[in-house]
């Protein structure tokens, strides 16, 4: 059975930082392309950034050069690191595989606000 369990969100000021995780159980991790996607209130859920077999990245516009996506092949775990958090970053943070062809875990909660 398929598990994505993200965790790391928080309540942090606007510029802070927060690094999420996703630890999967269920599949073969190493050849999945994995993204992270976010939903704030009211809105569609979108796709943040994602990680390739080969390690290589793609990232939203909106959070180039602020997000960094890595991932463990041997801990079965893809990571987003958050810098410069903005307001409008506020939303719930899940992973999948791109495409999303997994199940939804319960995502990771963010909140950016002074």
């Known amino acids: 059975q398929v598990q994505l369990v993200e965790s790391g969100g928080g309540l942090v000021q606007p510029g802070g930082s927060l690094r999420l995780s996703c630890a999967t159980s269920g599949l073969t991790f190493s050849i999945y392309a994995m993204g992270w996607y976010r939903q704030a209130p009211g809105s569609q859920r979108e796709l943040v950034a994602s990680?390739?077999?080969?390690?290589?990245?793609h990232y939203a516009d909106f959070v180039q050069g602020r997000f960094t996506i890595s991932r463990d092949n041997a801990k079965k775990s893809v990571y987003l690191q958050m810098n410069s958090l903005k307001p409008e970053d506020t939303a719930v943070y899940f992973c999948?595989?791109?495409?999303?062809?997994?199940?939804w875990g319960q995502g990771t909660q963010v909140t950016v606000s002074s």
């Open positions: 990680i390739y077999r080969d390690d290589s990245t």
């Open positions: 999948n595989g791109l495409g999303a062809t997994l199940p």
